[in-house]
């Protein structure tokens, strides 16, 4: 003869003898309500969540450009650097940049201004 089991008299979970929820289940199950939207909101909206996502993206595109052009940019003052080193100092380099910060000419040269 099997045992019949009487669900009636198994205590439910978050459940009183009156039925009803008391003050503190409520506020438990409440504030437990209250941390689950929080991360949801924040998984969301928050600063690294899937609105942030599309922000960030475009933003690493633009920095990922800026980047290209500052290295460009890099590599040009690094070759002339390399141009101004005075153990080899480049010739044409450096008698440019005499001429127009002391403005200095050879005496068979002629200026021409133009406007």
Avoid: C
Avoid at 19 to 35: A, D, H, V, Y
Avoid at 45 to 73: F, H, M
Avoid at 89 to 103: M, Q
Wanted: glycine share 8%; proline share 3%.
């Amino acid at each position: 003869m099997k045992r019949r089991v009487n669900y009636d008299s198994v205590p439910l979970m978050a459940k009183s003898d009156t039925g009803f929820l008391t003050r503190s289940e409520k506020s438990s199950q409440f504030l437990g309500l209250g941390f689950l939207l929080l991360l949801g909101g924040m998984a969301l909206a928050g600063p690294s969540g899937l609105l942030a996502w599309g922000e960030n993206t475009a933003l690493l595109k633009e920095r990922k450009g800026q980047i290209a052009v500052l290295e460009a940019e890099r590599d040009r003052l690094k070759n002339r650097v390399d141009l101004l080193d005075p153990r080899h100092a480049d010739r044409d380099l450096s008698g440019e940049l005499v001429r127009s910060k002391l403005n200095m000419l050879h005496p068979d040269e002629v200026v021409i201004l133009l406007d």
